[in-house]
């Protein structure tokens, strides 16, 4: 092996030793480089004579020229690897599991109010929905309940700027709904023809000033209108107690009207229910209040009561959904607990 093939060899292990771009560099430096050892090589052709010269220029010319594709080949392979560490590091791996989304569900007071517009609607009933900044005359005055009234120390109300309250009961819908469909059915009214039933619900957020395990500022109601010309205490009966029946999808309970007071209603009666079965047996709960819509009331709501007979009821939502779901402290459906939350996924 002569001298020439000696060098390309070296540059060949050097340029295969070289981990980095930067060592490979340094290596080409090394031989072709300004003072590389084939720059040096050229530069001693000067001291030889013109045959000498001739030929040996050839060969230093052939041993560049292979030192040159030694490099490329190096430089290739560097690139080369370089690229793979990086697609490596990049490299999505399709087989891992995905970061799934989270589902919600329906909060328990929610749903609890789909199934009751549900129930309702299928025996007929509209579902209305109201303010719940109200005004005296519909939370209290329209209601028979005028200023002074005692009954209005039953109420823990909100008041608030304008004369203004947070409707204490959603009872105002019964005189927003029936003047409304009152003044939609005048020209039968005043014809003096029947005008159709009135059959609507109303169920909504509620306010009074009031907490502890079983009440809230803010809770729940659905009120409960039916007024026509052949309505009795016994179509109320009957609407109720196929509502609860229906809505614990039991017939094995008692439910019993017990009189009671309310200054809408005349005879009034609060409604009590009682399991046959289960934790709550034997066990009387209140769930509403209802009664026959007083004449007074008839009459704010643009009607005579000498032709129209009307039944109202008022239940408690948060109380209805606390015995269907078994939840015993009210305050669990308003602290947003995720643990809580996610058992009515
Ligand atoms: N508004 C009453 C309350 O919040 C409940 C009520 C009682 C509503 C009798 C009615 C009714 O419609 O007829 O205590």
Do not use: C
């Amino acid at each position: 092996m002569n001298d020439l093939d000696q060098l390309l060899q070296q540059a060949q292990t050097e340029f295969a030793a070289a981990a980095t771009p930067a060592d490979l560099e340094n290596a080409k430096a090394r031989f072709i480089g300004k003072s590389g050892r084939v720059t040096e090589l050229m530069k001693g052709l000067a001291a030889l004579p013109i045959e000498e010269k001739k030929t040996r220029g050839a060969e230093i010319n052939v041993l560049k020229t292979g030192i040159e594709a030694a490099l490329t080949a190096r430089r290739q392979a560097l690139a080369d690897a370089e690229l793979a560490i990086q697609l490596k590091a990049e490299a999505l791996d399709v087989t891992l599991p995905g970061r799934a989304r989270g589902t919600g569900g329906l909060h328990p007071i929610t749903r609890a109010m789909e199934r009751i517009e549900a129930i309702f609607g299928s025996m007929g009933f509209d579902v209305a929905d109201g303010p719940e900044i109200e005004n005296d005359w519909f939370n209290f005055t329209a209601l028979n309940t005028p200023e002074d009234h005692p009954a209005r120390s039953m109420h823990d109300t909100f008041y608030i700027e304008g004369g203004h309250v947070l409707r204490t009961h959603t009872s105002p819908m019964q005189i927003r709904y029936a003047v409304q469909h009152v003044k939609k059915h005048k020209h039968l009214i005043d014809a003096g023809k029947a005008m159709p039933e009135i059959r609507v619900i109303a169920p909504g957020r509620t306010y009074r000033v009031d907490s502890d395990a079983t009440h809230s500022p803010m809770f729940h109601q659905v009120e409960g209108l039916w007024v026509g010309e052949n309505v009795s205490f016994k179509d109320l009966k009957s609407v109720y107690v196929n509502f609860m029946h229906q809505f614990f999808e039991t017939t094995d309970m008692d439910i019993r009207f017990r009189p009671s007071y309310f200054p809408f209603t005349e005879p009034s009666a609060e409604i009590d229910m009682m399991f046959g079965s289960g934790p709550l047996k034997g066990r009387w709960l209140e769930v509403s209040g209802s009664g026959q819509v007083h004449p007074q009331v008839i009459r704010n709501m643009g009607l005579d009561p000498e032709r129209y007979i009307g039944f109202a009821f008022g239940s408690g939502i948060d109380r209805l959904a606390m015995l269907r779901y078994g939840v015993n402290d009210l305050r669990l459906f308003f602290d947003g607990d995720l643990r809580f939350l996610t058992q009515f996924k």
